[in-house]
């Protein structure tokens, strides 16, 4: 039996969703027995389910496929963990927890979604499940209306003044600093929210913030290099219409393969460039 839309049997065609299910689903039955705590078991199983449930829905050609992925896994993260759970999900509690010696919460995440689960999936973390970004794909500017800036050094900034901001904690051995990660994650996330907005309208890109103030891209994008799973473009198909290249919010040239290919390791898979592609070469 065949799927009539594309003439793939059903099994085939969404293995790739039982696929990310079982991956999840092993990194959350590690994690619940190597650290004896359920709560491991419920949250990668929850983004699991998620990110299966979302990918299903883009096979089935549903338009909204993606943002349902990015409502349910960016406020699970920003509301449940880090406002009821009181965990500092943001660059600074990967920091705090690195200082501590604690390989739990953020140095967890951090590990699994930015440092080495790149080396898989790229940086499908900014389409799929960033907080930060689930607001600012709201705004008007889907699609860059000014060519690329040279700001990209803004992001180093922001990464070493994140560092160096519990670094100071630590060496003037302040107390209560688990109180000051919950108060830095709630002004930290405004003060995102605020130059996300503000350089979106200025730049007049939903993906300014992505592309030059993000410190979390230092971690991404040298793993994302390495990627495994890339968008391609089947050369034999490709009509040089350029369609994707307009479509693109991060401004990549999907047209060519090779690993150097311009802003590659900025590629969020959002697959716009797929769907806007009218030969399927991508």
Not at 11 to 40: H, Q, R, S
Not at 56 to 68: C, E, H, N, S, T
Request: proline share 3%.
């Amino acid at each position: 039996m065949t799927d009539k839309s594309t003439g793939q049997k059903p099994i085939k065609k969404y293995a790739f969703v039982l696929l990310i299910f079982a991956v999840f689903e092993a990194v959350a039955l590690t994690l619940w027995l190597a650290k004896d705590n359920i709560f491991y078991l419920f949250n990668f199983s929850y983004i699991g389910v998620s990110i299966s449930l979302g990918v299903f829905l883009y096979i089935k050609k549903y338009k909204y496929a993606r943002r349902i992925v990015q409502l349910l896994v960016g406020l699970y993260m920003l509301v449940y963990l880090g406002l009821i759970c009181g965990e500092n999900m943001q660059i600074e509690g990967f920091w705090y927890y690195l200082f501590t010696g604690v390989f739990e919460a953020a140095t967890i995440h951090y590990a699994v979604a930015k440092i080495f689960g790149p080396l898989i999936f790229g940086r499908g973390w900014c389409s799929y499940a960033c907080w930060t970004a689930m607001v600012l794909d709201f705004l008007p500017y889907k699609t860059p209306r000014q060519p690329r800036k040279k700001l990209g050094f803004i992001r180093y900034i922001t990464f070493a003044l994140s560092l160096i901001f519990v670094a100071a904690l630590f060496l003037a051995k302040v107390g209560s600093i688990e109180r000051i990660m919950f108060w830095a994650f709630i002004i930290g996330n405004i003060i995102y929210y605020a130059v996300g907005i503000v350089m979106a309208f200025v730049f007049k890109d939903n993906r300014a913030f992505c592309k030059y103030f993000c410190p979390i891209s230092v971690f991404l994008k040298p793993m994302s290099y390495f990627s495994v799973l890339r968008i391609k473009c089947d050369k034999d198909k490709c009509v040089n219409c350029g369609k994707c290249k307009k479509v693109c919010p991060m401004e990549v040239d999907m047209t060519d393969n090779s690993r150097k290919r311009k802003n590659g390791t900025e590629c969020i898979l959002c697959m716009e460039c797929v769907k806007s592609c009218p030969k399927d070469a991508l």
